[in-house]
């Protein structure tokens, strides 16, 4: 059974930066594409970006493009969200989800084509 943990959640203003983490256990981690979505009070999850099994290739929501990267250290385990110049509106809880994947270049936008997800990790952003 594959378990996620997200951390690095946390209260930042405006104009600030920070950095989410998730680490995994109880599967290959490298045979997994990882992504990460948020999902606002009220609103439904939507995607945030994702990064393919070796790490070489990534995808992002045109909200964060150039904002967030996404980023994994197979050797840890562990993929990682970071988020420069927040908003208010990127308050949202974040999760991190995995799915086993055959193809070395395969992304996925979709939520429902993960597997495992984490707990989830609150991300709030004051003005």
């Known amino acids: 059974q594959v378990q996620l943990v997200e951390s690095g959640g946390g209260l930042v203003q405006a104009g600030g930066s920070l950095r989410v983490s998730c680490a995994t256990s109880?599967?290959?981690?490298?045979?997994?594409?990882m992504g990460w979505f948020r999902q606002a009070s009220g609103k439904e999850r939507a995607f945030v970006a994702t990064i393919n099994r070796s790490g070489t290739s990534t995808l992002y929501a045109d909200s964060v493009r150039g904002r967030f990267t996404i980023s994994r250290d197979n050797a840890k385990n562990t993929v990682y969200l970071q988020m420069n110049n927040l908003k208010p509106e990127d308050t949202a809880v974040y999760y991190c989800?995995?799915?086993?994947?055959?193809?070395?270049?395969?992304?996925?936008?979709?939520?429902?084509?993960?597997?495992?997800w984490g707990q989830g990790t609150q991300v709030t952003v004051s003005s």
């Open positions: 989800a995995a799915v086993l994947a055959s193809n070395s270049a395969s992304l996925y936008a979709g939520a429902f084509q993960y597997r495992y």
């Open positions: 109880g599967g290959t981690f490298s045979g997994y594409v």
